[in-house]
């Protein structure tokens, strides 16, 4: 139980890092962003280490999932997320993301040959259907198809995020496991500032707590608990339990930055939830 206790509050702070990541984008740049919220979270995780006297290193052997998990994960999710975030609203952002569960069980299907059951290969049949009613293009929203489509893309990373991950979490506590990811996906994000021309405004009380947040519950506290949350609960399942990002993310959408919720947004959530349980939930014997 207490693995998927660490995976909810996991979730649950990630479902409000939308919200903080648009108040931020009033003085940063997305990309910008992404390496200053990192760039603190690898100082908060370095010291941490230091006063739990924890040194302990990656195997060479270990090195491949390392590095994939933190540039895929970390890297390069984050940076199509927080350019999304400016294409497309904070509630869709929670509602397709909650598809993850059935894109990760696909990465596990097509890339680590992981034979899935009839109803997993419903419940992704099923997302995808709910994602399609999602990105569908309506001018009067504040969505956009191509924000839309770059966090369908970020769901096949964290696919491969997820099992990069748990091949190697056994041998490895949650904190070097998350220092780690968190400096080399902080490293990596320096070659991507080129793709944009970093902007840093005058900086309000409100950015500077919405920064802060995002290193500090966002990025340090949610992979610390997710990455133990991994530790007990089975690859192809372990984001079951962002069944409950588009509760969270929609709610806090609404509540702090007074988004609309239309009725494309209730039915697209309701298929994906459909499927997800469908996906993640086992037949009974």
Same mark, same amino acid.
Request: charged share 10%; glycine share 6%; net charge positive.
């Given at each position: 139980?207490?693995?998927?206790?660490?995976?909810?509050?996991?979730?649950?702070?990630?479902?409000?890092?939308?919200?903080?990541?648009?108040?931020?984008?009033?003085?940063?740049?997305?990309?910008?962003?992404? !390496?200053?919220?990192?760039?603190?979270?690898?100082?908060? !995780?370095?010291?941490?280490?230091?006063?739990? *006297?924890?040194?302990?290193?990656?195997?060479?052997?270990?090195?491949?999932?390392?590095?994939?998990?933190?540039?895929?994960?970390?890297?390069?999710? =984050?940076?199509?997320?927080?350019?999304?975030?400016?294409? @497309?609203? +904070?509630?869709? @952002?929670?509602?397709?993301?909650?598809?993850?569960?059935?894109? /990760?069980?696909?990465? *596990? #299907?097509?890339?680590?040959?992981?034979?899935?059951?009839?109803? !997993?290969?419903?419940?992704?049949?099923?997302?995808?259907?709910?994602? +399609?009613?999602?990105?569908?293009?309506?001018?009067?929203?504040?969505?956009?198809?191509?924000?839309?489509? #770059?966090?369908?893309?970020?769901?096949?990373?964290?696919?491969? =995020?997820?099992?990069? /991950?748990?091949?190697?979490?056994?041998?490895?506590?949650?904190?070097?496991? @998350?220092?780690?990811?968190?400096?080399?996906? /902080?490293?990596?994000?320096?070659?991507?500032?080129?793709?944009?021309?970093?902007?840093? /405004?005058?900086?309000?009380?409100?950015?500077?707590?919405?920064?802060? =947040?995002?290193?500090?519950?966002?990025?340090?506290?949610?992979?610390?608990?997710?990455?133990? *949350?991994?530790?007990?609960?089975?690859?192809?399942?372990?984001?079951?339990?962002?069944?409950? !990002?588009?509760?969270?993310?929609?709610?806090?959408?609404?509540?702090?930055?007074?988004?609309?919720?239309?009725?494309?947004?209730?039915?697209?959530?309701?298929?994906?939830?459909?499927?997800?349980?469908?996906?993640?939930?086992?037949?009974? +014997?």
């Amino acid at each position: 139980m207490r693995y998927y206790l660490s995976a909810i509050l996991a979730i649950l702070f990630w479902s409000s890092s939308f919200i903080a990541t648009k108040i931020a984008y009033q003085s940063v740049s997305p990309l910008l962003l992404c !390496m200053i919220r990192f760039a603190i979270a690898s100082i908060l !995780m370095g010291a941490i280490c230091l006063l739990k *006297g924890n040194r302990q290193k990656i195997e060479k052997q270990d090195l491949k999932p390392v590095l994939l998990s933190a540039i895929l994960g970390i890297s390069v999710y =984050y940076a199509l997320e927080n350019i999304a975030l400016q294409k @497309t609203s +904070a509630s869709d @952002t929670s509602l397709i993301e909650a598809a993850f569960p059935a894109l /990760t069980a696909l990465v *596990g #299907l097509t890339v680590y040959r992981e034979r899935p059951s009839k109803r !997993m290969l419903a419940g992704i049949l099923i997302s995808i259907a709910g994602i +399609a009613v999602l990105t569908e293009y309506d001018p009067s929203e504040s969505s956009s198809l191509f924000g839309n489509l #770059l966090l369908l893309a970020d769901g096949f990373l964290w696919g491969f =995020y997820n099992y990069e /991950t748990k091949s190697i979490s056994g041998k490895y506590d949650s904190f070097t496991m @998350t220092f780690y990811q968190t400096v080399i996906g /902080t490293i990596f994000f320096l070659p991507m500032m080129v793709l944009e021309k970093p902007m840093l /405004t005058s900086i309000t009380p409100s950015v500077c707590l919405a920064i802060l =947040y995002l290193s500090a519950a966002c990025s340090v506290a949610a992979l610390l608990l997710y990455n133990y *949350g991994l530790k007990g609960i089975p690859a192809a399942n372990a984001a079951i339990i962002m069944n409950l !990002m588009p509760i969270f993310g929609v709610f806090f959408s609404w509540l702090i930055l007074q988004e609309t919720i239309s009725l494309r947004q209730v039915f697209g959530g309701i298929i994906i939830l459909i499927g997800v349980s469908v996906s993640t939930t086992r037949q009974p +014997a």
